[in-house]
């Protein structure tokens, strides 16, 4: 009797399909609004950002070192859960992983909430005042957010070739759109924002030249930024989908940190060169600000609708790639027999996880919902970097443990080899991302709030309480049935 193969993921992406996915999952609010409303969640950080920007990426660039290292020893889906449950612990895995897909999920649904505005100030650029006003309407503005996160799911089932048609062109015309920013940093100056400023709203504005540095400000504003360089990960995830993943899984890695770390700094730099910092904090403190809004004073109309436009593109980019990248967090869990098995079944003809897909999508819309009843985004983002810190501290913390703790996996790296550079990384990595978590933690505990839900610390700690729950049900309900278990996770997963 014929037996059929049984289904699995089809390695079908590239090179650029899985810089894209890491690109796009980096680029978004990150870029368009953080860096500006910064100057209302961090008040005094001022003519501090850019520096930073600049070392919030010291963290990130060892946390991305240690993913392409293990990457290329562990390339299957669900990258940061498979790297630490086979190199560190399984319940160290699981917990890495899940903060990780909490953070992202909640995040996915952040930045679909926050894509309305953008989109409204697009059609209010084009002079559709009533279609407008309408997207300021509460009950609107949530349901275009939905209708965003549950189409790309449904691209997303329709396999990779349908993926990466939609994210591939939006990803370059995300950077031309975005280019027009920096090309602007080189044409116009604070003096032109300023005549600008007067000439359209009678308002005369004087820079403040000068303000204290505050070590305390600059670390808890880097801690915050370092949000920005979040989304590499990504890539580890389509592990299971990558064309010759030994190697393209770390120079992905690499390229999307590398070129969006560039754009990122670039781009803010422009308009911090444009607009003074003074007024950019004087305006966060009383609205959300975005880089479009800063520049449509001194750009031509023509102009501002293109970055505004570029703005809504690369918010809504992000959405395919993180819902790929969290939808295979929870198949890889659901493969080792740790979340229901449900969610590891491929579509039979898409070959997807779509029961992953349409759980991710779950979990987003309930991020959007949060967005909303909050009333203030920066939530889900503290959210997203407690959890991110968290997992690649422990990936940075599996690179420095795998050599003792499974030294055959070890073996398959295939990447910088030498154990002395690996052991630098992760401890440079360890020290780095131990201090921005102990920095984040600390303003987020002695922020002022309404309620304590509003701290994304006890918020992660339940969760994380959660998936403690999770794992132990799952892992004694398998022991009693498989005692070599603990063997077995020693071994990568079956493709």
């Known amino acids: ?27 978004g609010a990150s870029i368009n609004v953080v ?50 449950s086979r190199g560190l612990n399984p319940y160290l895995g699981f917990i890495a992983s899940f903060s ?80 027009i920013v920096i090309v602007a940093g080189l044409i116009y100056d604070t003096s032109d924002f300023l005549l600008a400023l007067k000439n359209r709203t009678g308002i005369t504005f004087q820079p403040t030249r000068h303000t204290d540095f505050d070590w305390r400000i600059f670390l808890s504003a880097a801690a915050l930024l370092f949000s920005s360089f979040i989304g590499f990960d990504s890539i580890a995830q389509a592990g299971g989908e990558a064309k010759n993943p030994t190697k393209s899984l770390p ?15 670039l781009f803010a730099a422009s308009v911090y060169h444009i607009v003074p910092w003074s007024y950019v904090a004087q305006e966060a403190m009383s609205k959300d600000i975005s880089a479009p809004g800063l520049l449509s004073y001194v750009l031509p109309s023509g102009l501002g ?36 098995k449900a969610v590891s079944k491929i579509h039979p003809k898409k070959q997807t996880p779509h029961v992953a897909l349409w759980a991710a999508g779950g979990m987003a819309s309930i991020g959007v919902l949060g967005s909303h009843f909050a009333g203030d985004f920066f939530l889900g983002i503290d959210i997203m970097v407690t959890s991110m810190m968290v997992n690649f501290l422990l990936m940075c913390i599996t690179l420095v443990s795998i050599g003792k703790l499974n030294p055959e996996i070890a073996k ?10 690996q052991l630098l990384i992760g401890w440079m990595g360890i ?12 303003k987020d ?27 132990v049900y799952n892992w004694v309900r398998l022991k009693k049935n498989e005692p070599l278990l603990k063997e077995r996770f020693l071994q990568l997963p079956e493709e």
């Not at 949530?142 to 997303?156: D, E, K, Q, R």
């Not at 329709?158 to 939006?170: A, D, F, H, T």
């Open 251 to 265: 120079t992905a890695i690499l390229l999307a940190i590398f070129g969006v770390g560039l754009f990122y700094f």
């Open 412 to 421: 398959r790296i295939g990447v910088l080899k030498n154990r002395t550079m």
């Open 445 to 471: 505990m002695m922020a002022e709030t309404k309620a304590w839900y509003f701290h994304s610390t006890p918020i992660w700690g339940i969760v994380m309480g959660v998936a403690s729950a999770i794992f």
């Open 35 to 84: 860096p500006f409303m910064i100057q209302r969640n961090v008040p005094g950080i001022g003519p501090y950002v850019l520096p930073a920007f600049a070392f919030a990426a010291i963290p990130a660039l060892f946390a991305a070192l240690a993913y392409g290292i293990l990457g290329s020893a562990m390339p299957r889906a669900g990258g940061s859960y498979i790297y630490a």
């Open 100 to 179: 990780q897909w909490f953070g992202l999920s909640i995040v996915i649904g952040v930045i679909a909430y926050v894509t309305v505005p953008f989109i409204r100030d697009v059609t209010l650029a084009l002079g559709w005042e009533g279609v407008s006003q309408s997207l300021e309407v509460g009950w609107i503005r949530v349901t275009i957010a939905l209708s965003l996160i549950w189409a790309f799911v449904a691209i997303n089932i329709q396999g990779i070739k349908s993926y990466e048609r939609i994210v591939l062109p939006m990803m370059f015309l995300m950077f031309g759109l975005g280019g």
């Open 431 to 442: 020290g780095s991302l131990s201090a921005f978590l102990i920095i984040h933690t600390y």
């Open 305 to 340: 609708i293109a970055i505004l436009a570029g703005a809504a593109i690369a918010l809504i980019n992000d959405l395919p790639a993180m819902l790929l990248s969290v939808s295979r967090l929870m198949f890889a869990w659901a493969k080792d027999g740790i979340f229901p």
């Open 1 to 27: 009797m014929f037996n059929a193969k049984p289904k699995k993921l089809a390695r079908q992406m590239g090179l650029l399909a899985l810089t894209a996915t890491g690109v796009c999952s980096m680029l």
